[in-house]
């Protein structure tokens, strides 16, 4: 399975580079903006690691152009920015999962594999739950057959929930998944967005399971 490094730490590429090896992948490395953009642009790859502090041009900027261009590939962005805005920032723009620097290669490898099985499942482009359709293509969300005015981090929640029903994520793993913070900021955010879902929808349309957290029930519940 080929994945495509983007990283100007030479150090930290290197040993990501190993520990990504050691699973089995076979990884591509590239240190440049204007290189990593264009690779990614033509090659075929089932992920894409993207820092953003990439010289030449930046790793946000590449990011927008690819999903601009029609490149559907899965990306974990990795950066040392701290703020939590700039995740939001690389979650509209098209990013699939976040970590900040330093972090542990474990934890990339197990984001990166998770990344890859939600990748997995979303082969098809159309999905359904609990009165929701979620077509990927259009980026669009319909309830009852009555089209959703979401917000991009709305249209991410949602798309989280349906693309797999009965399972109940905690508010926290919602947050960090959807926002790129798993604060109680985060956690707030959340509750919140949820609320202004069931406004555009239905108050039961999002189960809460209390000291758990949220759900949608499947279609055959």
């Known amino acids: 399975m080929r994945i495509l490094l983007a990283e100007d730490d030479q150090t930290i590429a290197d040993h990501t580079r190993g520990k990504l090896e050691m699973e089995g992948f076979v990884v591509e490395h590239r240190a440049t903006g204007p ?19 990439l010289p030449g041009m930046d ?7 690819w999903r601009a ?11 040392a920015r701290g703020s939590w805005m700039e995740r939001v920032d690389g979650f509209d723009a098209g990013a699939d999962d976040y970590l900040p620097k330093p972090f542990r290669s474990e934890e990339l ?5 998770a990344l890859l099985r ?13 009165g929701f359709v979620l077509d990927e293509v259009a980026r669009r969300i319909t309830y009852d057959d009555r089209p959703i005015d979401l917000t991009p981090l709305e249209f991410r929640l949602l798309a989280l929930l ?19 913070r798993d604060d109680d900021a ?17 108050a039961t349309a999002i189960e809460t399971r209390r000291g758990f957290g949220y759900t949608i029930a499947g279609e055959g519940a």
């Open 162 to 180: 349906i693309a797999e029903p009965d399972r109940v994520f905690d508010p926290l793993e919602i947050a960090r998944q959807v926002q790129g």
């Open 69 to 79: 261009s029609g490149v559907e590939t899965p990306i974990l962005v990795l950066t």
């Open 35 to 53: 290189d990593v953009w264009a690779e990614g642009e033509t090659g075929d790859y089932a992920a894409i690691i993207l820092d953003l502090g």
């Open 186 to 202: 985060g956690k707030n955010a959340v509750e919140a967005m949820i609320a202004r879902i069931r406004r555009k929808t239905h």
């Open 109 to 113: 490898i197990a984001r990166l594999k």
């Open 118 to 130: 939600r990748a997995g499942g979303r082969a098809k482009t159309r999905a359904s739950a609990g």
């Open 59 to 65: 790793g946000l900027s590449i990011l927008k152009r």
